[in-house]
């Protein structure tokens, strides 16, 4: 395994540059190559050789929208509202068996994953439904994510008039909300789109 090619893009993208590394190691002697492989040792479960490969498989799959609020992903920045995380539907912190899972991670917008505001942060999918709901919509009592719709859509179980009734009477219920753009619902293809 090579520093450079295998982890040093993981741990630029997790804060930890270069120049950085060295800076703290010639003033604090806390930060060297040799400690960053002690950390990827010590943390193989939350650092991947190949950071990014989840991530694009994801956004492909979700025809390059945030699986919460159907955004388009920018796959290219980093920490921008439009920016492409790996998600954790059951947040890891909590050392479920589930929590790494492939069936468990989807790709997120930053605003959607952040913490701050009305990011999802450690909450788990059921619980952050829960405060959406409270906080946005008091008067629905079920609220559908994007990712939950292109579901239906991409089971393949279902004739365009068939998606079209499932939109309207279940999606579009006035007792339900949409944490995505209804005009999405529309977009019974949701041809994949070449995400920033």
């Not at 090619?5 to 540059?17: N, V």
């Not at 040799?34 to 694009?56: C, E, G, I, K, M």
């Not at 290219?76 to 479920?96: C, F, I, M, N």
Request: glycine share 6%.
């Amino acid at each position: 395994m090579d520093f450079d090619r295998d982890i040093r893009a993981e741990l630029t993208e997790r804060g930890f540059s270069p120049e950085d590394c060295r800076r703290r190691d010639e003033t604090f002697g806390t930060f060297t190559e040799v400690t960053a492989w002690a950390y990827f040792r010590q943390h193989q479960d939350r650092v991947s050789l190949y950071p990014n490969a989840d991530r694009y498989r994801k956004a492909r799959a979700q025809r390059g929208r945030c699986w919460y609020c159907g955004r388009v992903l920018n796959l290219s920045t980093v920490g921008q509202d439009d920016s492409a995380e790996l998600e954790h539907q059951t947040p890891r912190h909590r050392r479920l068996p589930e929590c790494n899972l492939d069936r468990n991670k989807v790709t997120s917008c930053r605003t959607c994953n952040n913490p701050a505001g009305d990011g999802k942060g450690k909450r788990d999918l059921e619980e952050y439904r829960a405060y959406l709901l409270a906080r946005q919509f008091p008067e629905r009592v079920h609220l559908f994510f994007f990712g939950e719709w292109l579901s239906v859509v991409d089971s393949g179980a279902w004739t365009p008039d068939g998606l079209e009734r499932v939109a309207r009477q279940t999606f579009g219920h006035p007792h339900r909300a949409l944490a995505f753009p209804a005009a999405l619902l529309t977009e019974h293809s949701l041809s994949l789109g070449s995400p920033a």
